[in-house]
């Protein structure tokens, strides 16, 4: 079972870019099957999806947030990241990391506050 | 996009009631319907899946039923580790949607 742990900046200023790295340990992100996914949840409020990439590099992205949204996979460092540009107040959240795999979402890690902020 | 709802949206229930919480899909999706657990500060853990399968290592007083656009989570006796909020996710079609979520505190 692998384990993932979210990082970045907790504090992002308007309009800039937001950038978060998901480690996974207990697991190589190439010799998995998974759908390696950002989820995020505003403080209070419900869940959201915004996207996942599977190691071939294939991806789908919440339409919602599909042209300020990228994520990527780096196999050499057993990480996998989210970038969101163009940030508000409305992307203040807890941003989660996620596998899915079987169209389920089975590890979640522990979740990173970011809020958007001058 | 496929939108889910919730019913009730919180509930006051007492340990050893049986509770149910209910999920609807705004179109069919067969039994592409998950259910989560979430307690305050913590990440969502995996309850049941494809509706009614159950999630290893859950307690076996969790389950699901349902199919097409209604489900339903059910606990068949509630215990204090269970007051939380329970959210269904739907996996039929990206964008993968949940819904708004089912506090449940204690009476």
């Known amino acids: 079972q692998v384990q993932l742990q979210e990082s970045g900046p907790g504090l992002v200023k308007p309009s800039q870019t937001l950038s978060l790295t998901c480690t996974v340990s207990?697991?190589?992100?190439?010799?998995?099957?998974?759908?390696w996914s950002w989820i995020r949840q505003p403080a209070g409020k419900g869940l959201e999806w915004i996207g996942r990439?599977?190691?071939?590099?294939?991806?789908n992205y919440n339409p919602s947030l599909n042209s300020r949204v990228t994520i990527s996979v780096d196999t050499s460092k057993n990480h996998f990241s989210l970038k969101l540009r163009s940030v508000t107040a409305a992307d203040t959240a807890v941003y989660y990391c996620?596998?899915?795999?079987?169209?389920?979402?089975?590890?979640w890690g522990q979740g990173i506050l970011v809020t958007v902020s001058s | 996009d496929i939108q889910m709802t919730q019913s009730p949206s919180s509930l006051s229930a007492s340990v050893g009631d049986r509770v149910t919480i209910s999920c609807r899909a705004s179109?069919?999706?067969?039994?592409?319907l998950n259910w989560y657990q979430q307690k305050p500060g913590k990440a969502p853990k995996l309850l049941i899946y494809?509706?009614?399968s159950l999630q290893s290592g859950v307690p076996s007083r969790f389950s699901g039923s349902g199919s097409g656009t209604d489900f339903t989570l059910a606990i068949s006796s509630l215990q204090p580790e269970d007051f939380a909020t329970y959210y269904c996710?739907?996996?039929?079609?990206?964008?993968?949607?949940f819904g708004p979520g089912t506090k449940v505190d204690i009476k």
């Open positions: 996620a596998t899915q795999q079987q169209l389920v979402f089975g590890n």
């Open positions: 207990g697991g190589s992100i190439s010799g998995t099957s998974y759908y």
């Open positions: 990439m599977y190691t071939t590099g294939s991806s």
């Open positions: 179109q069919s999706i067969s039994t592409s």
């Open positions: 494809v509706a009614s």
């Open positions: 996710q739907q996996s039929y079609i990206t964008p993968f949607t």
